[in-house]
């Protein structure tokens, strides 16, 4: 009862292979056109790949490997979408809208709404049930859509950012709805949210340029992240370059001192990663317990939280907004980044 | 009479009783005043006969016996048309000839243009419609115009008399030439001018049983009414010759 | 710009709001303008044949038996011929907007050509496919049905012409919908019927309410391919426009005096049956 | 369901999927049957015509000095008069779909009365209107214009009766687009007629396109307010439909055969004109 | 050159005041359906108030007051709306989408496709400048209609939740990218993300139910928030209640220990506040230096950054995985919320 997927689509230089295991959530990462709602459009069946072949338990989804030319359409494939707009059906009603799914499934007229009911309540817009779509604030649509989407117990479920233009309090409330029904459930979800892959995932991939860069168990990928983009997702640092006897040269030239982990060999490809939070800033070279002190440029201040994020050559460190204004930090400045060693992970890239 | 029906035509079983039958006659649509008074003389005369009245343009209904249409009467409005029926053998013998009728000058009321002869539709300025040479008023046109040497220079030739009439009754044209019955027709909308080339282009009507005809008793007693003299009577009311 | 209290009813800058509505309908003035010319092209002509009509005349004439008989029968027929458009163009256009295949555009082509073909010539054509002696009418004679002089045939012709009104302009709808809701639907497990019948028929239901409108005045006025084709048979045949034409014959004001009712009974059942139409969603991001 | 390679053209489930399109459309095949059955409709009778035409003759008569003058003339004022329909029939729809006035129903209905008119009855009306005793017709004349029997009294008569096919089709369209992107166009700085010019139109362009090739079609088939309001003389009003009817009197296959000009004419027409419009964002999310 | 607005829309219950500044930037903040977009439709003109009126500078917008009737049209007010869906136009390359607002306001051909070219490189999608908005992704398209708004160069710029659907690069870069365009312009945007109404608005307020329920400088409303909505925004736990010398009795009946503001008068209304991270988690009913110790019922963990996210009794507390695994806490468990006295403030609500 698995999910096999492998496709290639070149007009959007798209090429992914995926396995999911039943009742297994992955988390979809990955910046903006990297192929992410491609994935899900090939698996839904609204989009023909080149190439590639997929399998979702007995069913093949698609075979169009070696002159093959199978492809079942969307409504067969026990799949249901969650699109990256909420697009409800303009000329139904809410209730409607949410009853459509259980409707097509062939349930009864009565069943239908009583399902669409439920699950319009548990995203906590039952109110909402007589209103038309266009009624709807942007936030209410995508809750609704949710529920669309939920309604109709797929085998596997695809959500394309669920959890965007959500309030704060939506947020955390739809997050913990999606754990609950996503915990006995196959489903693709993808975000750009951390939160999100690590509440809601088993197993992460991340996305870029239409390639599958990096997969593991989402705490996994989060803490060693491999790819840039991963570290950039879990806030880490992350400097490439070739792993030494005593850490890491990156490919800057920088000489990092740090364990590296186990079955890291030296002249290797490597990455290290450290989190902002243990960097600090110091304005001149000083010399004490940490291994690690490089000067660097600042580029830019944020705020992150209730702290200050400073970005310099490339990396970042959070500090205290005290600190940053006893210290006078202005983008332009020259200043020590130092980290302990302790703080430095390496890993084989 | 005969009590045959011809299928698809029937309006109803109700109104056919026993012994009795439907005539459907094919007329030209010039025919249209004269043929629905005869044919209420017809059944007044038959009690329990119906007569259906199909009018169109003469080379509509021809085009509609070819291809098989459940007439039992036919009468055009000139003899080219029936000439194509009887090439084709569909219909019975030779047509009888029913009515003559002979072209008149036709202008709005008022005259605006002061036309007294066929001579003076020829004037310059004179908005003249006629029929077009390929429509029996048109070729009788022709003839009158070669009998008078007089060539028209027509604003428009039209496929009907109707619209011939149409464009003069509107006062959209100064003249036109139509026929007598169609002056009459029109009571005071148009005024007629008779000219004495007319006569040069007689215009006859003939009628005949059509071939296919289920109730062919029933059609020659209606050819029948209209040759006889209650039909005259009505045609040369409505302004149609004797031929 | 200075700030100035406009009176409601006038707009200011030359965009129309609607007091009622909320949402933004920015129409040009000069665009009222032009409408306004196009309205009257329209409306003038009609205006002058009611001017012209000879009131007096008027109530017996529409109220005679023969009038009547073809009224009854011109809106049994269009109606009809309506619902058989519906039946046969509504998958048509649906073929031309959603499908694609080889010849797709003849097809179109075609499927337009009762628009050019005068109306006599085609009531020619379908003599020759339906009648007696035509391509199918032995075939169907045999059947024991006789189509042509009769009501069918009325029908026949009308949907003949009237078909590709519904055609054009729903293709023309369904193109402007697009297809995302129906994909959405089909991801939510509907069938192409399901999503056929809950999603692309409503979503496009002012394209074929104005689509079938358009097919039941075309049968309401058609003329020539009846003649030809069915005839002129009181009670059978002779639709009003039919009974127009031979009005005519005798008295041209007549026939217009009689158009009338034609022109009441269009005005009639468009006013009725085209309801102000749901958009789709109109909302901009803030509706 | 077991999974089994169907091959490329055939679908194994009902829907048909296009092998390069990559985007979803899914049509019933219940849709493809009825539609088959639709084009048979029209197609038949057009092949009947065909199987009837003597080649022989067809050459000759088609290529004869009066036909060719007399398409000549259908396509010029078919031409003029689906500019004059655009020109009126645009703003119009703008109007019926995007304004609210009181009365607005009534317009709709009312524009649409030519469709219902018989043509000769709507030929009539535009004689009491434009004709020398019309209703216009004396300050037409008086400002040295002269319609009657003229080459401008076809267009008329022919952009009277084909208007109300641009107005529908288009109005249909324009109320399925919705208003979301004129309305963000406004918010950009875009005033009334940009937003028209450059958001409205070009959004609708199936529409346009199909009321536009309706309305055509419709002119180059215009028959009987020709005949009526124009009258028929070579060279100036005499259309090729109203050659066709000229030439039935004579020889109705003769006729028949002609058509087929017209018939060839517009499929050409409509199959280059008619691009395969691009439809509304179909993206589903995914594309 | 204020700005100021005062509109009512019975039919969504909507009812605010709002004034402007010169080169003033505010955040619109509220749950969903609270009534944001409906604001900025209003402005806009999109959206026709039942009464009120808006006068931008010299201009009055609207003026629905006492039977008056003016109402200017959406392109002659001077503001560009950036919608919550990017409603980029189908029809047009993403470059002349982007051109339409300079051509619309009257730039020659040349010069409008130039500004678009600059927008377009500001917002990272110059690659895209020739593709069909259909071909972009999710993300892409947002940024595009971001440029589009910018390049109108408004006198008033309406952005409705302009990070959406972008990832964790592009939304720093656009939020920089904002910053510095709205560092000398007059802009109202809307976010459900503390860090953009902190990073690029002057002033916050925040709207729930179709009126505004807080105002104020952006920290100020973080830091002491009054509504229950505003801290959750701000991820402080919040109490309302009364006023007492000590601190705070809460509706609940709580006792709160704290140092009341400046102006806090005791037996007036007011809220308490204070950081999940200020919160300790006991088993038992511990005493030491901290004053404030509640038995509560945990409802909910979640993660939260690298710490856990302990919700109990409608209040948050911060702690590291570690110490949630080794006080073996799971929902349904009742616990101590200890907090210091000096970590909370009270104020009036
Ligand atoms: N119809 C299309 N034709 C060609 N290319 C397209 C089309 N749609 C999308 N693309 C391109 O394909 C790539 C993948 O797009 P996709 O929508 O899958 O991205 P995504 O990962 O979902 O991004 P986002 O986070 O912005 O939603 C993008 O570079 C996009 O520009
Ligand atoms: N067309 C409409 N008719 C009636 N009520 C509407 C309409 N559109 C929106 N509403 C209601 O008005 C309220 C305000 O909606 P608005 O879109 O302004 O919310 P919002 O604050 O932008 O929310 P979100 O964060 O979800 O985008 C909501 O309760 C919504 O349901
Ligand atoms: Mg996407
Ligand atoms: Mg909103």
């Known amino acids: 009862m698995t999910f096999t997927l492998n496709a290639a689509l070149h007009a959007r230089n798209f090429d992914v292979s995926l396995t999911l295991g039943p009742a297994e959530t992955v988390a979809v990462l990955g910046p903006n056109g990297a192929g992410k709602s491609t994935l899900l459009g090939i698996i839904a069946g609204l989009l023909r790949p080149d190439s590639g072949r997929a399998v979702l338990g007995e069913k093949t989804l698609f075979n169009l490997d070696g002159g093959a030319s199978h492809f079942l359409p969307p409504h067969t494939r026990g799949t249901a979408l969650l699109a990256q707009e909420p697009l409800l059906f303009p000329h139904m009603s809410v209730l409607e809208n949410v009853a459509f799914g259980p409707r097509a499934a062939g349930e009864s007229r009565a069943c239908a709404l009583e399902t669409a009911r439920h699950w319009l309540a548990e995203v906590e817009a039952a109110e909402f049930a007589d209103r038309r779509p266009g009624q709807l604030s942007g936030g209410q649509a995508q809750r609704v859509a949710i529920a669309r989407a939920l309604a109709t117990d797929p085998e596997l479920l695809l959500l394309d950012e669920p959890m965007a233009a959500l309030d704060i309090h939506a947020a955390p409330m739809l997050r913990r709805l999606l754990k609950r029904v996503l915990a006995n459930r196959r489903a693709i979800i993808i975000t750009h949210d951390i939160l999100d892959a690590l509440m809601l995932a088993d197993r992460a991939i991340v996305v870029e340029s239409g390639h599958i860069t990096e997969e593991g168990p989402t705490r996994a990928v989060l803490e060693k992240p491999r790819s840039k983009f991963a570290a950039g997702l879990a806030g880490m640092n992350l400097v490439t370059g070739t792993i030494t006897g005593r850490g890491l040269t990156s490919d800057g030239g920088l000489d990092i001192t740090a364990h590296p982990e186990d079955g890291a060999v030296p002249g290797q490809d490597g990455v290290a990663v450290f989190s902002p939070t243990a960097v600090s800033v110091f304005l001149g070279a000083e010399h004490g317990s940490p291994r690690n002190s490089f000067a660097v440029t600042i580029t830019d201040l944020e705020p992150h939280g209730d702290q200050i994020r400073v970005h310099a050559g490339g990396l970042s460190a959070d500090i205290t907004p005290a600190a940053s204004a006893d210290l006078g930090l202005t983008p332009g400045m020259t200043v020590y980044f130092v980290i302990k060693a302790t703080a430095i992970a390496v890993y084989p890239a | ?243 | 710009m200075t700030p100035v209290s406009a009176p409601r009813s006038k707009a200011r800058t030359g965009s129309r709001t609607n007091r009622r509505d909320t949402r933004y309908t920015g129409v040009p003035p000069w665009v009222f303008a032009l409408a306004a010319a196009g309205a009257l092209f329209v409306l003038l002509p009609l205006a002058a044949m009611v001017v012209r009509v000879n009131w007096g005349e008027f109530i017996p004439l529409i109220t005679s038996e023969s009038s009547l008989t073809a009224l009854g029968l011109s809106l049994r027929t269009s109606a009809a011929s309506t619902v058989l458009c519906i039946v046969l163009g509504v998958p048509l256009a649906l073929v031309l907007a959603r499908a694609s295949f080889p010849g797709q555009r003849l097809l179109r082509a075609f499927v337009l050509l009762p628009l050019v073909l005068p109306p006599v010539v085609g009531g020619i054509a379908l003599l020759y496919t339906f009648g007696r002696q035509g391509l199918l009418g032995r075939s169907i004679e045999l059947a024991g049905i006789q189509i042509a002089f009769s009501t069918s045939a009325v029908v026949l012709a009308q949907t003949f012409v009237a078909l590709p009104f519904l055609v054009v302009s729903l293709e023309g709808a369904l193109r402007t919908a697009g297809t995302k809701y129906e994909a959405v639907a089909a991801t939510l497990g509907a069938r192409p019927t399901t999503v056929l019948r809950r999603v692309s028929i409503p979503l496009v239901l002012p394209g074929l309410a104005s689509g079938a409108v358009l097919s039941f005045a075309r049968c309401l006025g058609e003329f020539g391919a009846t003649l030809t084709f069915a005839g002129s048979l009181q009670g059978v045949t002779r639709t009003l426009p039919l009974e127009i034409y031979l009005q005519r014959e005798t008295d041209a004001d007549a026939a217009v005096a009689l158009s009338l009712v034609l022109v009441a009974v269009a005005v009639a059942v468009v006013g009725l049956s085209y309801r102000r139409p749901r958009a789709l969603p109109s909302q901009a991001g803030t509706e």
Not at chain 2, 136 to 150: D, F, I, L, N
Not at chain 2, 206 to 234: D, H, N, Q, W, Y
């Open chain 2, 1 to 243: 009479a005969a009590s045959s029906t011809a299928a698809g035509t029937t309006r109803s079983g109700s109104s056919t009783a026993a012994g009795t039958g439907t005539v459907t006659v094919f007329a030209a649509a010039s025919l249209k005043s004269t043929f629905t008074k005869i044919a209420s003389g017809f059944e007044a005369a038959n009690p329990g006969t119906k007569v259906t009245l199909n009018f169109a343009g003469s080379s509509d209904l021809v085009t509609q016996v070819t291809q098989g249409a459940p007439a039992d009467v036919i009468a055009s409005a000139d003899t080219t048309n029936m000439a194509k029926l009887s090439d084709a053998k569909l219909i019975d013998g030779t047509p009888s000839k029913f009515a003559t009728n002979t072209l008149e000058i036709a202008v709005p009321p008022g005259n605006p243009a002061s036309i007294s002869s066929f001579a003076d539709l020829a004037k310059p300025g004179v908005k003249v419609v006629v029929c077009a040479p390929q429509v029996p008023c048109g070729s009788a046109t022709e003839t009158v115009e070669q009998a008078a040497g007089t060539t028209l220079k027509p604003v428009s030739e039209e496929s009907s008399v109707t619209d011939v009439l149409g464009k003069v009754s509107s006062g959209e044209a100064d003249a036109g030439l139509v026929y007598v019955t169609d002056v009459k027709t029109a009571g005071d909308k148009v005024k007629g001018i008779p000219f004495s080339e007319s006569d040069q282009a007689v215009n006859t009507y003939p009628i005949a049983t059509v071939g296919s005809s289920k109730s062919k008793e029933l059609a020659k007693a209606f050819i029948a009414m209209v040759t006889g003299s209650e039909g005259r009577k009505v045609l040369s009311d409505a302004g149609f010759g004797t031929p």
